[in-house]
């Protein structure tokens, strides 16, 4: 201890002191920052337009979770009310990527997304026709 003390006393020309409090403050600010980075959690929502960002404590965990399941039910309402509207005289390409662009996200299941296919199309696989190894342009009839 004596030769650090006598190291940093020659060297600098600073005392001790502020070595040692100067220490003291980087230690300090180090275990602020760990206990907030292990302590501080937060959870962020968001999309295109808006982050919201809130705390993650234990004691409110379970609020925390039913608010984000009634804000992704809201949301997944408000999809499947816009656009999974299906109308068998408007353009069939377009509706059927907008059920596999909602499927994907989880608004419609797979059942779901067959019968309003099903109901568009009339028919009931979405399989591609094949005739000799080149697939056909799919025939739909409104």
Same mark, same amino acid.
Not at 62 to 76: G, K, M, P, V, Y
């Given at each position: 201890?004596q030769?650090?003390?006598?190291a940093?006393?020659?060297?600098s020309?600073i005392?001790?002191e502020i070595w040692?409090?100067?220490?003291?403050f980087?230690?300090?600010?180090?275990a602020v920052y760990?206990v907030?980075?292990?302590l501080?959690?937060?959870?962020?929502?968001?999309t295109? $337009?808006?982050?919201?960002s809130l #705390? &993650?404590?234990?004691? /409110?965990?379970?609020? !925390?979770?039913?608010?984000?399941?009634? +804000?992704?039910? $809201?949301?997944?309402?408000?999809? #499947? &009310?816009?656009?999974a /509207?299906?109308?068998? !005289?408007?353009?069939?390409?377009?509706? +059927?990527?907008?059920l596999?662009?909602?499927h994907?996200?989880k608004?419609?299941?797979?059942?779901e997304?067959?019968?309003?296919?099903?109901?568009?199309?009339?028919?009931?696989?979405?399989?591609?026709?094949?005739?000799?190894?080149?697939?056909l342009?799919?025939?739909?009839?409104?």
């Amino acid at each position: 201890m004596q030769v650090v003390h006598q190291a940093l006393k020659n060297q600098s020309g600073i005392s001790p002191e502020i070595w040692v409090a100067g220490l003291g403050f980087l230690v300090g600010l180090g275990a602020v920052y760990l206990v907030r980075r292990h302590l501080g959690h937060s959870v962020t929502l968001g999309t295109n $337009r808006i982050r919201i960002s809130l #705390r &993650d404590q234990p004691s /409110q965990r379970a609020d !925390l979770e039913a608010f984000t399941n009634e +804000l992704r039910q $809201r949301a997944h309402g408000y999809l #499947r &009310d816009e656009y999974a /509207q299906i109308n068998p !005289l408007g353009p069939i390409e377009l509706q +059927l990527h907008r059920l596999n662009w909602l499927h994907q996200l989880k608004v419609l299941s797979s059942a779901e997304r067959q019968a309003l296919s099903t109901r568009l199309t009339g028919r009931l696989s979405l399989n591609p026709l094949t005739l000799m190894g080149q697939e056909l342009e799919t025939p739909y009839v409104n």
